[in-house]
């Protein structure tokens, strides 16, 4: 794999702002396409913090959230609903709810 060229993002971003043509500005940076010239000229842009880097992946959620989505039976019989899930999802005390089995799985209805 061939290494990525390195590029002084200052100049290219003085460059771009100053209104250079496309044409000159990839031969003075020996850009071949101006793909190549767009992409270098986005790098240069979220290096100085002038644009935000696009996140690639979705981030794994951690123990903690999957376990704010966890609703448990204690041994009485009753459903408890963590205090992260109440908060999140805007329930105060008192609320009631109705549940009943469909196809897909349990539907919880705010009344």
């Known amino acids: 794999m061939a290494r990525k060229k390195v590029v002084d993002s200052a100049k290219l971003i003085k460059a ?3 209104g250079l ?7 003075m940076f020996g850009f071949k396409t101006r793909l190549q ?8 842009l979220v290096e ?5 880097s696009i996140i690639s992946r ?6 903690q959230e999957k376990k704010i ?3 448990k039976v ?3 019989g009753s459903l408890v609903v963590t205090r992260g899930m109440v908060e999140e999802m805007g329930f105060a ?3 009631a709810f109705s549940i009943r089995k469909t196809k897909s799985g349990i539907s919880l209805r705010k009344r």
């Open 16 to 18: 771009v702002e100053s």
């Open 21 to 27: 043509p496309a044409k000159e500005i990839m031969s």
């Open 37 to 44: 010239l767009k992409s270098f000229y986005l790098d240069a």
């Open 48 to 52: 100085k913090g002038k644009a935000k």
């Open 58 to 63: 979705i981030p794994k959620k951690t123990e």
């Open 69 to 71: 989505k966890a609703i």
């Open 74 to 76: 204690n041994k009485r």
């Open 93 to 95: 005390i008192g609320d």
